[in-house]
């Protein structure tokens, strides 16, 4: 199947690929999907030699831009010597390097590395050491975990158990794990007095039930980039604290300086029990995530053997996704990556700030690297604004994936300041189509 036009490529994914997150009739009947050929720093090339800025870098996870040079080559020169190795019972040194790596960047007092494959995994261990933390430590009836409406933790059943997202979670009532699902902090007119009053009542009136408060920290990303204020972290972690509950910090989304710190957490002075990170750890190269965990998590399965944590993947740790990672901290160190960030996502703020005057959107809105705009109130996942803001900026030269009737943007991090200027043009040009042709 060498050289294959267009056409024929288009021809065979229609024919044999199931497409995530995709109403397929749909597609196949009406799609004409970009064909990427290659990517470059912010740029995504397609079949026809057109190029296009990375709006959401590729699902958030490309923060250092696409085929980084410092990247690519950390992963041929780790394939030369080792590609994969089981890691029950055995290690190497890119895994080993790595934890330590991560854990000296890490928030204090997290000390331990539990690899796994992406973000869904990454969350799915969270869990299931929340859950045999208690039984270990002699308090089996903790077995229930606090999300917030519109929750987004990944698709793995556990996962998807903490989703507050209807449509991601409706297909499988009825065997999720039990979830108590609290209002959002963005979501009260009085800010978050009103969601923390909320949480503490589901606390209080579940102690001895409750395992652990999972939390999306600062943004709500799949719920439509909500923000809210640092305080309910700090709150959160105050009842968690007092009520024996663990405190779990899913930063697969907005960890590596997403929000402008290297976790979105240290903004609230917070640390969790368990932190979940993916995406940008291993720079968009591979899939690659991992869990950390407090001594004291860790030290509640020592002991007879009984204790110990029977759960992991095939690819562990994997050597190759583990020197990438490795690079991926010494380029984020050593070129500066979250100081030079900052004066762009000053940009886009007050990119997003102008784009509040448009006829028809509300609630502009940024932090740190995100940006997001609504285009109309109560759609949903599916409304279609969003998508014809989708196809004009297509049409203009720029890649964006809208969450119903909001559009974001989420570039690199390394995107190029002229890159980064189009791109919010396009944004805003194509927003503004999109509400006229309503």
């Not at 923000?227 to 009520?243: F, G, M, N, S, V």
Request: aromatic share 8%; proline share 5%.
């Amino acid at each position: 199947m060498a050289n294959l036009s267009r056409a024929d490529i288009v021809a065979l994914d229609k024919r044999y690929i199931w497409h995530p997150y995709t109403p397929m009739r749909r597609y196949i009947d009406e799609v004409d999907p970009l064909v990427i050929e290659r990517a470059e720093g912010a740029r995504l090339f397609d079949a026809d030699g057109r190029s296009y800025i990375d709006g959401n870098s590729s699902w958030w996870v490309a923060t250092l831009g696409h085929n980084h040079p410092r990247l690519v080559e950390a992963l041929c020169r780790q394939a030369r010597t080792l590609c994969h190795t089981s890691l029950a019972g055995v290690t190497h040194a890119p895994a080993a390097e790595l934890a330590a790596e991560m854990i000296a960047v890490a928030p204090r007092p997290l000390d331990r590395v539990f690899y796994s494959d992406d973000g869904s995994t990454a969350v799915e261990v969270a869990l299931k050491l929340c859950l045999q933390f208690f039984r270990n430590e002699g308090q089996p009836g903790r077995r229930r975990f606090v999300a917030l409406d519109g929750a987004y933790h990944g698709d793995t059943l556990g996962a998807a158990s903490l989703g507050g997202v209807e449509i991601f979670r409706r297909q499988y009532g009825g065997v999720l794990m039990d979830c108590i699902f609290v209002p959002p902090p963005h979501a009260r007119e009085d800010g978050h007095e009103a969601a923390f009053a909320a949480l503490a009542d589901v606390l209080a009136r579940g102690a001895g039930e409750i395992a652990a408060v999972v939390l999306e920290p600062l943004v709500q990303g799949t719920a439509g980039m909500r923000i809210y204020d640092p305080e309910y972290l700090r709150r959160a972690r105050a009842l968690c604290d007092a009520h024996g509950a663990l405190l779990v910090i899913d930063e697969v989304f907005t960890g590596y300086g997403r929000t402008g710190p290297m976790w979105a957490c240290e903004a609230a002075g917070v640390a969790p029990d368990l932190l979940c990170t993916g995406k940008g750890f291993s720079g968009g190269m591979l899939p690659m995530a991992a869990t950390l965990a407090t001594a004291r998590i860790f030290d509640a399965f020592l002991g007879a053997p009984e204790r110990a944590f029977y759960y992991g993947h095939s690819f562990c740790g994997n050597p190759l996704g583990a020197a990438v990672a490795r690079e991926v901290l010494a380029v984020y160190r050593e070129e500066e990556i979250l100081a030079r960030a900052a004066p762009k996502a000053a940009r886009i703020a007050r990119a997003f700030a102008d784009m509040g005057a448009i006829p028809g959107a509300s609630r502009a809105r940024a932090l740190g690297m995100i940006g997001a705009i609504d285009l109309s109130r109560g759609a949903g996942y599916l409304g279609e604004l969003g998508w014809r803001a989708y196809a004009e900026a297509r049409r203009l030269g720029a890649y964006l994936r809208p969450l119903g009737d909001v559009v974001y943007v989420a570039p690199p991090l390394t995107i190029p300041d002229a890159d980064l200027d189009e791109l919010l043009d396009i944004v805003r040009r194509s927003v503004t189509f999109a509400l006229s042709a309503a």
